[in-house]
């Protein structure tokens, strides 16, 4: 149902601080930020920016892709890519939602923590309903139709996370 991988090291600081700015200049989207969208989402090509950092964070999310889905490659079709904040003393924007794209291909949405917080992601199904322990520098992998939201909290935090949206052949 959700995978999680083991805890891999790049240099947060440094991404946090680009991925600040890269949200500030590359918003969700045009109607920002009048849309429906969380108050500081970035447009969805984070791993288009030229950074080693975000080269690590790809290479490990891929690698772990072909891992969890026993492949020995993977054919994309479309992947998506946001950086989210969530500025120290404000709430999250808990809506629930899913990245479930295409019938007869293989859909798979993650996200990885990149500061310390104690606001996890919560996730529902028809049978049950679980939340992350949001740990930095782990990459958690669901199917893309399970409908999910961040924890509805106020963060004592900048909080940063990266949510990925994959399809791919079967």
């Known amino acids: 149902m959700i995978e999680i991988n083991d805890y891999f090291n790049f240099n947060n600081n ?3 601080i680009k991925l600040k700015e890269y ?3 590359n918003p969700c989207c045009e109607q920002f930020p009048k849309c429906d969208h969380p108050a500081y989402q970035s447009d969805s090509s984070v791993f288009n920016i030229k950074d080693i950092n975000i080269d690590i964070i790809k290479n490990n ?3 772990f892709l072909l891992k969890i889905l026993n492949k020995k490659s993977l054919d994309v079709v479309e992947n ?3 950086a989210y904040l969530t500025l120290k003393n404000n709430e999250t924007k808990p809506i629930w939602h899913h990245h479930f794209a295409k019938n007869n291909y293989i859909n798979v949405s993650g996200l990885i923590y990149l500061t310390e917080t104690k606001i996890g992601t919560e996730f ?3 049978f049950l309903n679980f939340e992350t322990i949001p740990y930095i520098n782990r990459w958690y992998v669901w199917h893309s ?3 999910h939201r961040p924890k509805d ?3 004592d935090v900048d909080r ?3 949510a990925t949206s994959t399809v791919l052949k079967n």
């Open 145 to 147: 139709s399970i409908v």
């Open 153 to 155: 909290m106020i963060s």
């Open 14 to 16: 440094d991404l946090i």
């Open 80 to 82: 998506k890519v946001w």
């Open 124 to 126: 529902k199904t028809q």
């Open 160 to 162: 940063i996370v990266i």
């Open 61 to 63: 999310y891929f690698n």
């Open 23 to 25: 949200i500030k200049k």
